[in-house]
């Protein structure tokens, strides 16, 4: 079994709300990324991380944000939640780019 | 990182093999071949991943063509539980390659 979590696993939150997605593993891996994912539709990678205090955006543009200040920490916020932030967030982590990368649950947010 | 075509989606009978390709006609000497699915909503699984040779596991064999152009998952006894979308993806290792997923292929496994 992986060690990877997300909390909280589902979440509905008002709109202008600034949330704060939590995911942690404890494996030891330099390398963490954040998916989003609409029900049946793609997965997009919208942030990733090379190791403490690195971080990027990627392929889809996202108003969220990350932080990597310990190896086993990969928050995201979104300082005011919109209608539009609805979806699942996935995060995962691997030992290297091209090494097997492991899964949290998701976090599946609604902004009403 | 080259770009890959599956088909969008497959039926398989159950106890019957399931055989997803994969197109990689634009692969380079330094990338591997990686197969994860997608159950539901949950969160990707790695299954297999290979460079030029034909691997196997536990969970299934991966056949890369000999110009590595293509390759076939096979799932050898596919069940109700491997119902997923399975996602055929390269991977650079000289550069800081990124895991993005494509549309992938969406296997219906039927009784």
């Known amino acids: 079994e992986a060690d990877i979590y997300q909390t909280p696993r589902y979440l509905v939150i008002g709109t202008g709300k600034k949330i704060t997605l939590e995911c942690s593993q404890t494996?030891?891996?330099?390398?963490m990324y954040w998916y989003q994912q609409d029900p049946g539709m793609e997965l997009h990678l919208i942030h990733y991380?090379?190791?403490?205090?690195?971080?990027e955006k990627g392929d889809l543009s996202s108003e969220s944000t990350v932080s990597r200040i310990r190896t086993e920490h990969f928050p995201l916020t979104l300082e005011s939640a919109r209608p539009s932030h609805t979806s699942q967030y996935l995060c995962?982590?691997?030992?290297?780019?091209?090494?097997?990368?492991?899964f949290g649950q998701g976090t599946r947010l609604t902004v009403v | 990182d080259a770009k890959t075509t599956q088909p969008p989606s497959m039926d398989c009978a159950e106890g019957r093999a399931a055989n997803l390709p994969c197109n990689h006609s634009?692969?380079?000497?330094?990338?591997?071949v990686y197969w994860y699915r997608q159950i539901h909503s949950q969160g990707p699984q790695y299954i297999i991943h290979?460079?030029?040779n034909n691997e196997t596991n536990e969970m299934a064999s991966l056949i890369i063509t000999e110009d590595r152009k293509s390759s076939t998952l096979i799932l050898p006894h596919a069940t109700l539980r491997d119902t997923a979308v399975y996602y055929c993806i390269v991977l650079n290792t000289g550069t800081a390659s990124k895991l993005t997923f494509g549309t992938g292929t969406r296997l219906q496994v039927t009784l």
């Open positions: 290979g460079l030029k």
């Open positions: 995962a982590s691997s030992v290297g780019w091209y090494t097997e990368a492991f």
């Open positions: 494996m030891g891996h330099d390398k």
């Open positions: 634009t692969i380079s000497g330094n990338e591997y």
């Open positions: 991380s090379y190791g403490v205090n690195s971080t």
